[in-house]
């Protein structure tokens, strides 16, 4: 109330659409007096023009709260363009998502209950961590599909499914492969699958019994000879590395340091050859540091330094000497 004792009127901002209908009469009596000037003087001039008639239309056409909406859109494409700019759209996708999964867990589809089949090598919490599932997560809003895909991207995990039953049990069945062998690339271990997957780096020593193989090529060719080795048991209990040379054949490297050079072609007779010669003449435990059998008509062998110095003696001492009187 005043000082008279009247109610005291409101004071109210103009409506924005009228402010924008204000904006919009002005602009047209500015191009009308624009145009009336830049007519040539020689123009007769054949009708007045009401200026009041584009207010008329203006005012007509122009939709309620038209203002409010351009306001409201402004300020949300400034938003959306700080966002992206700024990048955040991750971090507001994951507030929407966490802001969702909040309602639908409110609302009873919680996951409380996760049934986990077939892991060995994976704890439940990796398999979880890999599949995107966290505490956060509803059942009702789970993408089956797109957890499968994250879990087969662990290069454990080699198939997957993802089982929903509402209201609040998930369940996970996966089929993981298994170790086969270590690889060593540049210094490097790794531990792999008999389909050369590098499962992870090698750091656990549940792994230290694996086979080892060496070189470039050698994690998806390791399969089929490591097999092929299997069957020359005499071969393969002194064996210590297999090493794969020029990504066509293959070295072995024996636990007392002999190196066998193996040939690109029959590698199963050499390897027959090898077993049978270490039963009839114990060739690898005499005093050699390789065998090369790369050519298919001869076997190689390279004596150690002593052994070959021990063998020079022997045939010094077996030349006849020359008689004082000899010329």
């Known amino acids: 109330m005043d000082g008279a004792g009247r109610l ?89 998502s966490d802001t969702r999964n909040a309602l639908a867990n409110s609302a009873g589809f919680r996951i409380k209950t996760v049934v986990i089949n077939g892991r060995k090598q ?46 609040g049990q998930l369940q996970i069945n996966i089929v993981e492969r298994s170790a086969f062998a270590l690889w060593q690339l540049d210094g490097r271990l790794a531990v792999i699958a008999d389909d050369g997957a590098v499962l992870e780096p090698y750091v656990a020593r549940r792994f230290l019994a694996l086979p080892l193989v060496v070189g470039e090529g050698a994690e998806t060719r390791a399969k089929d000879f490591l097999a092929l080795l299997d069957r020359y048991p005499q071969v393969l209990s002194v064996t210590k590395a297999a090493i794969f040379v020029g990504e066509r054949r293959w070295n072995l490297r024996l636990k007392d340091g002999l190196d066998i050079r193996l040939p690109e072609n029959d590698v199963g007779n050499a390897l027959a050859e090898l077993s049978k010669l270490d039963q009839e003449d114990r060739l690898f435990s005499r005093d050699i540091v390789a065998v090369d059998m790369r050519l298919p008509d001869r076997l190689t062998v390279q004596l150690s330094d002593d052994a070959a110095k021990a063998r020079e003696e022997l045939f010094k001492d077996k030349k006849p000497k020359k008689k004082a009187g000899d010329a």
């Open 8 to 96: 005291a009127r409101s004071q109210r901002s103009p409506r924005p659409q009228a402010d924008l209908r204000a904006a919009a009469i002005g602009a047209a009596v500015l191009l009308r007096e624009w145009f009336g000037r830049r007519r040539a003087p020689a123009e007769p001039r054949t009708r007045e023009r009401d200026p009041h008639r584009l207010i008329m239309f203006v005012e007509r056409y122009l939709p309620n709260r038209v203002g409010v909406a351009a306001t409201v859109l402004i300020l949300f494409g400034s938003a959306g363009l700080g966002i992206v700019k700024g990048g955040h759209v991750d971090e507001l996708t994951a507030a929407l």
């Open 122 to 167: 994976l704890t439940q919490d990796e398999v979880l961590a890999s599949g995107g599932v966290n505490g956060r997560s509803s059942l009702l809003f789970l993408d089956a599909d797109a957890v499968r895909s994250k879990l087969k991207g662990n290069p454990w995990i080699a198939d997957a499914t993802v089982l929903k039953f509402y209201p």
